[in-house]
Nanobody, 125 residues
Framework: QVQLVESGGGLVQAGDSLRLSCAAS????????MGWFRQAPGKEREFVAV????????YSADSVKGRFTISGDSARNRVSLEMNGLKPEDTAVYYC??????????????????WGQGTQVTVSS
């Protein structure tokens, strides 16, 4: 089992910045990828950004490129998401995710077998 604990959400105004953090504990030796998805009210969960520990590569959604930056520490199984230039459409519950199987596409929610409890990010206009 892997436990994921997120922190850093909150209420901000458009244009502001926030930093989300996630720490994994438990059987983390088989964690291949960690990252973030989000879900806005009435919408499906959406890929945001993920890091692959094997080669340190990072992937992000087109909607956040240039504004959000993912970083991580594979040795400590921690991942962070620096969010700049926040927009009202970024409002969502943000979930930290971990993949211990490396069996699916990076942008597919079904590839991640562990999810955090979620942290709310609200951006007012």
């Amino acid at each position: 089992q892997v436990q994921l604990v997120e922190s850093g959400g909150g209420l901000v105004q458009a244009g502001d910045s926030l930093r989300l953090s996630c720490a994994a504990s438990g059987r983390t030796f088989r964690t291949y990828r960690m990252g973030w998805f989000r879900q806005a009210p009435g919408k499906e969960r959406e890929f945001v950004a993920v890091m692959q520990w094997r080669d340190g590569s990072a992937y992000s959604a087109d909607s956040v490129k240039g504004r959000f930056t993912i970083s991580g520490d594979s040795a400590r199984n921690r991942v962070s998401l620096e969010m700049n230039g926040l927009k009202p459409e970024d409002t969502a519950v943000y979930y930290c995710v971990a993949d211990t199987n490396l069996g699916g596409g990076i942008r597919s929610a079904r590839s991640y077998d562990y999810w955090g409890q979620g942290t709310q990010v609200t951006v007012s206009s």
